[in-house]
């Protein structure tokens, strides 16, 4: 049986860059994303190509003279695509949206002419307010996309001036009508908390104001100040113009308790969806099911090797996309099955590092952080709390 595999393309440009973000993206003229576009689809191209062997050939069917040649290790790194089918896709950035719609296409062909694939799939592309059109929707369903993921932040627009963004509510509304009427039934909504300013009271109609679009899945995340933004000289060493720790707990309360009442199931500490709404990409990264990443710094783990390209664009439209490679050892993999999937709300199976474990869960149990539920381990209401302190502690 194939394995599922999650593919994850970086799409690195955005209209203008916020105030609050570190992704790796920033605004290019034409011309680079044109080219870029080039190098994303012949890196796909490299990806899959077992020293000339045909995309979605088996391994049956293949000839020894592929075994012979592949030998010699290839300048790139290679997925054997005849060993998986692609579960998920994500197209993120960036903007994705802010490319004509065609790119996409293009990006969209390609890959299914490279990677057999499951039934259903799943195919999430963001998009923000700004840079949307019913035709660039209409291409999108015509591509297989069924998921979009639309940027808002905030429903104020002093906030979201504020944050740097490039639209306003009613183009936040606007958008949003596109996507239902183009027959999206998949909608996530971005939002985020304790901004500058912001209150509990100015959080709650935020979240009112999009639980009124009945979204079926909602990322509800507290506003981290990275260095290196703009947010983090503004505000660094002034933490009097950000809400006070008391503040922004209550703004956490507030989402937990107001989206439950309103039928979303959080399934993960800042996401909730309607039922058989959660993002199965997503889910992917915390049970560590393997993903590809094409494009810009983006990331990989195929049979516990991680990877990742170059984050030097110069280089990358070069077609120099190698970055790192490590191969995981046991403790790592340990470490990340609890530290990723302790985010999932259902927890984890301990499973067999049950006994290895054994001293810890019960030091975080009296601690009253870790509970047993079934044969999963998970944290409790206060763990959550807590949940950088829980997850240090299995680093080992």
């Not at 707990?249 to 989206?259: N, S």
Request: hydrophobic content about 35%.
């Amino acid at each position: 049986m194939k394995k599922p595999l999650d593919l994850y393309i970086h799409i690195p440009f955005c209209v203008r860059k916020c105030d609050y973000c570190d992704f790796l993206s920033a605004p290019a003229d034409g011309g680079t994303k044109e080219r870029y576009v080039s190098q994303l689809l012949e890196e796909i191209r490299q990806s899959v190509s077992e020293c000339g062997m045909p995309a979605g050939a088996s391994m049956t069917a293949a000839s020894d003279r592929f075994a012979c040649e592949c030998e010699a290790a290839p300048t790139h790194s290679v997925l054997p695509s005849w060993d998986y089918e692609v579960s998920t896709v994500f197209i993120g950035g960036g903007t994705p949206s802010i490319l004509p719609a065609g790119e996409i296409g293009r990006i969209m062909e390609l890959l299914r002419e490279c990677f057999a694939w499951r039934e259903q799939p799943e195919i999430t592309i963001e998009v923000n307010p700004g840079t949307l059109s019913a035709e660039k929707l209409a291409a999108y369903r015509n591509f297989g996309i069924n998921r979009i993921s639309l940027g808002l932040q905030s429903a104020d627009d002093a906030e979201l001036q504020r944050l740097g963004r490039i639209h306003t509510w009613e183009q936040f509304l606007a958008s949003f009508r596109l996507a239902r009427e183009a027959g999206f039934r998949n909608i996530n909504v971005d939002l985020m908390s304790a901004l500058p300013g912001q209150t509990a009271a100015d959080w709650r109609r935020t979240l009112e104001k999009v639980l009124a679009l009945e979204p079926e899945h909602i990322s509800a995340y507290s506003l981290i100040i990275e260095e290196g933004t703009p947010f983090h000289e503004r505000y660094a060493e002034h933490p009097e113009l950000l809400p006070d720790e008391d503040e922004e707990r209550r703004m956490y309360y507030d989402t937990k308790e107001i989206l439950a009442a309103r039928g979303y199931a959080r399934y993960e500490i800042s996401n909730y969806a309607k039922p058989g709404n959660a993002c199965r990409h997503n889910l992917g990264y915390w049970e560590r099911t393997d993903y590809r990443g094409y494009g810009l710094g983006a990331a990989s783990l195929l049979d516990n090797v991680r990877s990742s390209n170059t984050r030097e664009m110069e280089a990358y439209l070069r077609g120099e996309f190698a970055g790192t490679s490590e191969i995981l050892s046991e403790k790592d993999i340990r470490e990340e099955y609890f530290f990723l999937g302790l985010r999932r709300m259902e927890g984890v199976d301990p499973g067999p590092y049950r006994e290895h474990y054994a001293t810890l869960f019960a030091k975080l149990g009296e601690q009253g952080l870790l509970e047993e539920s079934g044969r999963y381990v998970r944290l409790t209401e206060r763990g959550i709390d807590v949940s950088n302190y829980v997850f240090a502690q299995f680093l080992e």
